[in-house]
């Protein structure tokens, strides 16, 4: 009935669990939801009065399928002042979010056949676009001793004569990692011995950094016509449901993305565009505030993490995400039940302590968790409170 390519790729593991999550909310059961990569603040004030503005001055119809001309100039402006990277209006594209964009890049670039590279742990949604794309993910792992991150001779030894597209996300989700300037710079010396690929820099996190201000790999000017940002308002300003994302690349990649969004979604909200132009262009204070919300979260998850029987985690330094290293517990039983794989414990802690999380292996991490701590203090303190006894 249904197509080859709808049949073999994955539902978000991520929005299964707060689904399920949000249907035990309604049963009247206490369930602390840590599996949702969303911030739980309010979107900034001065951008939402300039969406009711923007209804209020008509402005309701379609923009170019790339978005508005404004928008596309505050980007650039912001590329400039906050990376120091030179790009014009028309390397912009705009979509219905990060997703979309990173989903368009992904079906101009892979063929069917084509590699694509992925550290694991990787963000869920990566291979699932590439297998709709028809291309083959070379999953490279790394290792919690190493932050998780994909080291140079990792990334020599898995390019081929198919190797299409290498895809990185710094700040990390699932990990919190972050690559430094020299860790970057080590990877852009191997890309220079391969010119056929491309590489997808998702750096949607990079202004939830714990670690001083995050390094972008197309600051290497002679890679930067094959490097292809992806970034958007959802993460930094609170601004999910809002539906704004984008991409900066070369003219040619822009022009297909556009060609493609044109038959799919045409333009993204013109109201929501407005408001994406007024959290660019407005006072950045909001985001530090949230970021150091951010930073204090992550120093109160670090400790209770800490306390944790036989639980592994790196520091994460930036995002808002901390991977669970629970292998410990694969083969062992827990309330009478004998855990064969990281989906068993999230389920058991589900059933035990009410609390979701979402299994590592969705990420490439089989025996691991991904905890978000985009939620408040006290239902972080209660969760990891429910968790520890579980474990226990």
């Not at 590699?115 to 676009?129: H, N």
């Not at 044109?262 to 909001?286: C, D, F, H, I, L």
Request: net charge neutral; charged share 20%; with cysteine.
């Amino acid at each position: 009935m249904f197509s080859k390519r709808i049949q073999q790729i994955a539902p978000s593991a991520t929005l299964a669990m707060s689904q399920l999550a949000a249907e035990m909310k309604q049963q009247g059961i206490d369930v602390i939801n840590l599996s949702l990569g969303e911030p739980d603040f309010s979107t900034p004030k001065h951008i939402c009065e300039a969406a009711k503005q923007a209804i209020d001055d008509g402005f309701t119809h379609y923009t170019t399928v790339d978005g508005l001309l404004s928008l596309r100039e505050a980007i650039t402006d912001k590329l400039l002042k906050e990376n120091g990277l030179h790009y014009t209006p028309d390397q912009i594209i705009v979509g219905t979010g990060g997703k979309q964009g990173i989903f368009n890049v992904i079906q101009v670039l892979v063929d069917e056949g084509d590699e694509v590279i992925l550290p694991a742990p990787y963000w869920l949604s990566y291979p699932e676009m590439v297998k709709f794309a028809g291309g083959k993910n070379v999953v490279i792992k790394t290792t919690l001793e190493n932050n998780y991150k994909l080291t140079a001779e990792q990334l020599e030894n898995a390019i081929t004569d198919r190797t299409k597209l290498l895809i990185l996300c710094s700040p990390s989700n699932p990990t919190g990692s972050v690559y430094s300037k020299l860790e970057l710079q080590a990877l852009a010396e191997v890309l220079r011995r391969h010119p056929e690929v491309y590489v997808l820099s998702d750096e949607i996190y990079e202004h939830i950094s714990y670690c001083g201000k995050t390094y972008s790999i197309a600051l290497e000017n002679d890679l930067n016509d094959r490097v292809i940002i992806a970034n958007g308002v959802s993460k930094a300003y609170a601004m999910t449901g809002w539906r704004i994302g984008w991409i900066a690349a070369n003219k040619e990649i822009i022009k297909a993305c556009k060609k493609l969004q044109g038959q799919t979604t045409s333009n993204a909200s013109a109201v929501a565009q407005k408001a994406a132009e007024a959290a660019y262009r407005g006072t950045q204070e909001p985001v530090e505030q949230m970021r150091q919300a951010f930073l204090k979260r992550r120093d109160l998850v670090v400790r209770l993490a800490s306390e944790l029987p036989n639980v592994k985690f790196n520091n994460p330094d930036g995002a808002f995400y901390l991977m669970l290293d629970v292998s410990f517990y694969i083969g062992r039983q827990l309330g009478g039940k004998t855990m064969s794989s990281s989906a068993d414990i999230v389920r058991y802690l589900l059933e035990k302590a009410h609390v979701t999380c979402v299994d590592g292996a969705a990420f490439g991490a089989e025996g691991t968790l991904r905890i978000s701590f985009a939620t408040s203090e006290n239902n972080l303190i209660e969760a990891f409170n429910r968790i520890k006894n579980a474990l226990s």
